[in-house]
């Protein structure tokens, strides 16, 4: 088998039995938690029968592993349960919930890494070539003062500015699902630009150190007697061997678009998963907090796999041993 | 044909200049403070003719031969003087028109290939980007004249070597593919730096005739860059001796070999003067019986390796790099337990594996490394390198520790102002001095020396090897003492292991092993080291030619 596709596996491997550990703990940290989800929904007035039948009709009288064995088995099969919500007679799965919310989530997330990302590598390449120059240290100091403020903070100046004052962009970004996709992309403008100006510090100066890192090394030196130009030093010579150390902080921040985005989410009133979890949680709606944790674990295995597979892709050493 | 090439030495020498470096000063920093590294050197070169740039380390020498091409590393600076290239004042090009120049007319040769080379592509990507780059050729012919310069110089499976990575292909070879990269252009002129001190002896030979024949047969100037004399005498046909940025003394190559003027030009044989006659030894320290060692139980690298080293002498272990030297070395001192064998100290069997050996064992063997440093942690001060293992396995403390760090730098012939330096603050000898001091505090019976002159220039490397004899004459250690440079065994050693592949070819008195008939593998080791004679590489290769290379 090639090493690449054994590795591969084994990672794969590997973020199976983390997602596995990972649903034992949220699940057991919700078994944990005190009080009794049927009082706390029935609220005062609650008889114990009402609180027995209801846990009943929620399947809360069934020992935990048996339960744990329903959730995991149900998940398995595309089933995320039913959310605490339904009544009888009328069931609204968790996945009902869920997937509008994770949909609109992804699609954030994707518009803002589309926009983010190759402006971070970009920058990054830009202020490694004209390292120390007036423009390197201007996008330095341009993308750390937009890092160090808070995420509620960029949103409200740029509501302030961008669609209070100039109206260029709608302030509130309540999308909805027959939405046509431009009005959708401008209602969306405003939080993809916020969280692109926080992802953007970290990533571009990443790529940046990345590059510098390499510069003193013989083969750049080496490059340069050649007679190779100082642009395509950088592009050809060092970028090549600085994607690993890029590809991880990429993958981080792309997990925070989908599992940290929930300040901008609420700031603009955007439907996305972080305000479900939050309202579930207000609503003690167990499952749904559940899907919703195990979704984020999973959005941060993946991309944490997907960053260690290139850094073995671009590193000829594994991908084409001796 | 070679000695057409050496009648030729005259018309090169006086042929049209190439370059001409007049009065040149160059400047590096350190600590933000500006040093003069070049001063004031002139330097001319004719069309194919081959200058010899030789000194120590910090003499300057690569520092010239980068300003040939107008190039001068990050924190160096050149500050005065003129570089004419052809006509042309490379100080006052534009950084545009040398880079014009760079890889087309002036090609660079660099010591590590391995490290040169970039590990992210393909060997003939790399090969063809100047010829290409620079408009020179396009892909297509510029592919098949990089398989045509593999021939030449004798790459094997030049038609397909070249979509293999740097990591695929051996030392050697992607020294010899270097060459090929920097011939691509066909320049007219090739500075290298050191481009055989990485590789073998053996491996020496093959790169340096490659490379002589390649420069004759395209008539390319060549700036050859190395601090081994024996070595430049193959290459040169004129010899600058350098020394703290100056010129020491320049002349002909075969004039410099038979009467070196200067007294500095004469330390550069020191090693090579040194010899220690052999004394033999019956009390045996240490013996390695009939030892096999893997690693990861599937490449053998140590096969029925039988070695015994007596009381108070040396036994040198030779072979390339790959023969198992190192992995010797590793076995005894427990870093990796033997498959099969024993390892005795003073008649008894030593714990294979170093967890199980007590204080006391591990008081009595030491080590001394080739990098003194990566060897000794650079924000521990002298006084704690050396007071550690007085500490450690002596149990001294407070003033007596001092006392004894004192002693030991004495014993070592470094000043004890040096107790509180670190080691960034000391010079290459001087380091290792200090790590030499760090294994004698232990006050052991064996050392084991790996290459602990092979980073160091010939006359530090000679004040060490006196160093280590004066040692074992005042505390009767015993030296295990690994190498591949032939001219340190002859100065040091009383027995000689050759080792070849993991085993042991020959072993024996240093003059048995030196003198013939030598085993195959001997021979071919021996008769790799360069001589001080310029005819030698021709001779060597007439001789090869005529009796079939030994099957290596």
């Not at chain 2, 004469?266 to 220690?276: E, G, H, P, Y």
């Not at chain 2, 220039?457 to 505390?475: H, P």
């Not at chain 2, 008195?509 to 030598?518: A, G, I, R």
């Amino acid at each position: 088998m090639h090493p690449l596709l054994r590795t591969v596996l084994q990672r794969l491997g590997l973020g199976l039995i983390t997602l596995f550990v990972v649903s034992l703990i949220i699940f057991s940290a919700i078994e944990f938690l005190p009080g009794d989800f049927a009082k706390a929904i029935l609220g005062q007035a609650a008889t114990p029968e009402t609180v027995e039948a209801f846990q009943k009709e929620i399947g809360l009288d069934k020992p935990p592993v048996e339960r744990y064995l329903n959730w995991i088995g149900g998940i398995l099969q595309g089933d995320f349960g039913s959310s605490f919500s339904s009544r009888v007679g009328f069931r609204r799965t968790v996945l009902d919930i869920i997937a509008p919310r994770l949909w609109n989530t992804l699609f954030l997330a994707g518009i803002t890494a589309l926009v983010a990302v190759p402006l971070a590598l970009g920058l990054g390449l830009m202020a490694a070539l004209y390292r120390n120059s007036f423009f390197d240290r201007a996008i330095n100091a341009a993308t750390l003062t937009t890092i160090s403020f808070p995420e509620f903070f960029v949103a409200y100046i740029l509501m302030l500015f961008l669609a209070v004052q100039l109206r260029w962009f709608p302030s509130l970004s309540n999308v909805s699902a027959d939405m046509p996709f431009f009005e959708r992309l401008e209602r969306s403008a405003l939080p993809v630009l916020t969280l692109t100006l926080v992802i953007v510090a970290h990533m571009m100066r990443m790529t940046r150190a990345a590059i510098i890192g390499l510069l003193a090394s013989p083969y750049i030196e080496m490059a340069r007697l050649k007679g190779v130009s100082p642009g395509q030093v950088i592009l050809r010579h060092a970028l090549p061997n600085a994607w690993a150390p890029i590809a991880n902080v990429v993958a981080f921040n792309l997990a925070y678009l989908v599992v940290g985005a929930v300040v901008v989410e609420v700031v603009f009133v955007y439907p996305g998963i972080g305000q479900a979890m939050v309202d579930a949680v207000r609503s003690r709606d167990i499952p749904v907090v559940q899907a919703c944790a195990l979704i984020f674990a999973v959005t941060y295995i993946l991309l944490n796999l997907l960053a260690d597979i290139i850094s073995i892709a671009t590193n000829p050493r594994l991908l084409h041993p001796r | 044909m070679k000695s057409d090439a050496r009648k030729s030495d005259a018309k090169r020498t006086k042929g049209e200049t190439l370059l001409e470096i007049r009065d040149l000063k160059i400047s590096g920093q350190s600590d933000d403070v500006w040093h003069e590294i070049v001063k004031g050197v002139d330097l001319t070169l004719k069309r194919g003719e081959v200058l010899g740039l030789i000194g120590e380390s910090g003499a300057g020498k690569s520092t010239i031969g980068l300003a040939a091409m107008g190039f001068a590393r990050p924190g160096c600076k050149i500050t005065g003087g003129s570089i004419i290239f052809d006509g042309k004042d490379l100080r006052k090009a534009s950084e545009e028109e040398r880079r014009a120049l760079r890889g087309s007319r002036i090609a660079y040769v660099a010591q590590s290939a391995a490290a040169s080379f970039n590990p992210a592509h393909r060997i003939i990507d790399q090969t063809v980007e100047t010829a290409v780059g620079h408009d020179v050729l396009d892909r297509g012919k510029a592919e098949a004249d990089a398989k045509d310069l593999y021939t030449r110089l004798k790459l094997p499976n030049p038609a397909t070597i070249g979509s293999r990575y740097p990591h695929q292909v051996s030392g050697g070879q992607l020294q010899r593919a270097m060459t090929a990269m920097a011939m691509s252009c066909r320049p007219d002129l090739i500075i290298f730096d050191e481009p055989t001190t990485a590789l073998d002896v053996t491996t020496q030979v093959d790169v340096l005739a490659a490379m002589r024949d390649i420069v004759e047969q395209f008539n390319t100037a060549a700036i050859y860059i190395t601090h081994d004399l024996a070595v430049v005498a193959q290459m040169a046909h004129r010899i600058m001796v350098l020394r703290h940025g100056k010129l020491i003394e320049e002349a002909p190559t075969r004039e410099m070999l038979k009467s070196p003027k200067e007294a500095y030009t004469k330390t550069l044989w020191a090693v090579r003067s040194l010899a220690m006659p052999e004394r033999t030894g019956k009390d045996v320290v240490l013996r390695v019986h009939d030892v096999d060692a893997t690693y990861g139980g599937i490449v053998k690298v140590l096969e029925n390796v039988t070695v015994q080293v007596p009381r108070g002498r040396t036994v040198a272990v030779v072979g390339e790099s790959g023969s198992g030297k190192s992995t010797l070395a590793r076995v005894i001192t427990g870093l990796l337990p033997p498959r099969k064998g024993e390892v005795y100290f003073n008649g008894k069997p030593l714990p294979r594996a170093l967890k199980d050996r007590d204080k006391d064992t591990l008081r009595r063997i030491q080590m001394i490394y080739q990098s003194a440093d990566t060897a000794l942690n650079p924000r521990q001060r002298v006084r704690d390198v050396i007071g550690r293992p007085l500490e450690f396995y002596l149990g001294l403390k407070g003033q007596e520790r001092d006392r004894k760090v004192v002693e030991l730098l004495e014993q070592i012939e470094l000043s004890e102002d040096l107790i509180d330096r670190l080691p960034g603050e000391l010079s290459g000898g001087q380091k290792q001095r200090i790590c030499i001091a760090r294994a004698l505090a232990a006050d052991p019976e064996l050392i084991i020396c790996d290459e602990v002159t092979s980073a160091l220039d010939q006359i530090v490397q000679e004040g060490i090897l006196k160093l280590l004899l004066k040692l074992q004459k005042e505390t009767n250690v015993s030296y295990l003492f690994i190498t591949h440079d032939i001219a340190t065994v002859r100065a040091i050693a009383d027995e000689i292991v050759v080792m070849y592949q993991g085993r042991v070819v020959q072993q024996g008195l240093k003059t048995e092993v030196l003198s013939p008939p030598h085993p195959p593998y001997t021979e071919l080791l021996l008769s790799s080291v360069p001589e001080m004679d310029p005819d030698w590489l021709t001779r060597l290769l007439e001789k090869r030619q005529a009796k079939g290379k030994v099957s290596a």
